[in-house]
């Protein structure tokens, strides 16, 4: 067996007691079932919007409340969303969830057989209701439970429908998506932070071969793989690569590399010491970045650090860089914004979510919190605050 997959492979018991790192573990015996599950939910999903490409159905949606002035239209269904249909849920209020993917896309699109970093009581609405099989779950645990809970608590959520635009009312705000028209008294942008993967701007980064979102390992088991990144999500891919028998080259900043400062987004220790250990087993390789300069339908032009300029072939290219929110309906409806840490995000209320346009309230990834906790957290001052203006309206129409 080589070197690097020892104790990888599936179905290897010893694989499953080998606690490698604490936090990212495949499961072997599990991942197998997890990979062909992905494989059919993409397929489920794609046949289930041809149906209704085709036939305008609309099963498994809300029905669409066109003409019912809503107290709160949430734009997103993931854990920032979710938290506040069960908020506004629990609240009484009339809402309505619109979502452009699925139940949970950011999750969904993590990386198969992923072991997130938080615990459960990071990540669930209510203590005690996320039960993974070991510490973290995975992906697909954390998938499940927040599909599970839409559906269990029946929460008012469409999927596969895109708000396109919003626009301010006399007595509220006017949301169009591609599936039809809403009225609502306020807004909860829960819109998350992945719309824009970043890019290099190089030439040839529109070729096949080019991807700037991992998935999975299987397809590129002995090709020539390039990860081109410094984070967590760069650090990620090129362990499951290179765990699983890919060539695989990380190419990242030196600073980024030696980077070891949490509060500078360093790679978290659990991913950076297995690829540590990667690199000496020689089953993965280092480049030192000082640019990227092409891509070509087999290799890459990438100069190093030092200045010299080196070809490296490859099969696949992975540019991992970070990504950025869509802010463009939040700044059309005059919504301020300022720089934060991580690029622009909406002023806001600590308080409240309320940003500087009455009514329009913000939460999750594109805010100042980053993770999953306080995207969860929010809502539970949100809802509060839309109650509220519902009773100053009233009270003003009185
Ligand atoms: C690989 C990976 C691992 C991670 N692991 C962790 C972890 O362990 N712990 C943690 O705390 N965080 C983790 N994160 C970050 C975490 O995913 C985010 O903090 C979290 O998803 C934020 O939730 P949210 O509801 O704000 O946004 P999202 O989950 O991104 O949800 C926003 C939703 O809005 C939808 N949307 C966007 N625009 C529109 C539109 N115009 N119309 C309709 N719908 C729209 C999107 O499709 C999306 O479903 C991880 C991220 C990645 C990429």
Request: aromatic letters at 8%; glycine letters at 8%; hydrophobic letters at 35%.
């Amino acid at each position: 067996m080589p070197a690097c997959l020892r104790g990888r492979v599936l179905g290897d018991d010893t694989a499953r007691t080998e606690s490698r790192y604490d936090g990212y573990m495949l499961v072997p015996g599990k991942l197998q079932a997890q990979f062909g599950e992905s494989q059919a939910l993409n397929l489920v999903a794609a046949e289930r919007r041809d149906r209704r490409l085709k036939t305008g159905d609309r099963r498994g949606q809300t029905a669409p409340i066109t003409k019912k002035m809503l107290d709160l239209l949430i734009i997103g269904a993931g854990p920032a969303g979710i938290s506040a249909a069960w908020e506004a849920k629990k609240a009484g209020i009339q809402y309505l969830v619109v979502e452009k993917g699925l139940i949970g896309n950011t999750i969904y699109n993590y990386p198969v057989g992923l072991t997130v970093f938080s615990t459960p009581n990071e990540l669930e609405f209510r203590e005690g209701d996320l039960d993974p099989a070991r510490e973290k779950p995975t992906r697909e645990e954390l998938l499940s439970y927040y599909v599970r809970f839409v559906i269990e608590n029946d929460l008012n959520v469409n999927t596969e429908e895109t708000v396109l635009s919003v626009k301010r009312t006399s007595d509220g705000f006017q949301v169009r998506s591609d599936k039809g028209e809403y009225s609502a008294a306020s807004l909860l942008f829960a819109s998350g932070a992945m719309d824009f993967p970043r890019k290099l701007d190089v030439p040839g980064e529109d070729l096949p071969k080019v991807s700037h979102h991992f998935r999975e390992t299987y397809p590129w088991v002995r090709r020539n793989a390039l990860v081109i990144g410094g984070g967590n999500s760069a650090g990620e891919a090129a362990l499951f690569l290179a765990d699983e028998g890919a060539e695989t080259t990380l190419a990242i900043f030196r600073e980024d590399w030696e980077n070891t400062d949490p509060k500078q987004g360093c790679i978290k220790y659990w991913v950076k010491n297995p690829l540590e250990e990667q690199l000496q087993k020689r089953c993965l390789k280092l480049f030192f970045l000082g640019k990227v300069l092409e891509i070509k339908e087999d290799k890459v032009v990438l100069e190093s650090e030092d200045g010299r300029v080196c070809e490296l072939e490859n099969d696949v290219v992975f540019v991992l860089i970070g990504s950025d929110a869509d802010l463009t309906l939040l700044t059309s409806l005059g919504v301020e914004t300022e720089e934060g840490k991580h690029g622009n995000v909406p002023v806001y209320d600590d308080d409240t979510f309320e940003t500087n346009v009455p009514g329009i309230f913000v939460a999750g990834h594109f805010t100042r919190h980053r993770h999953i906790k306080p995207a969860i957290e929010a809502p539970r001052k949100i809802i509060p605050a839309v109650q509220a203006r519902m009773k100053t309206t009233a009270a003003k129409a009185d």
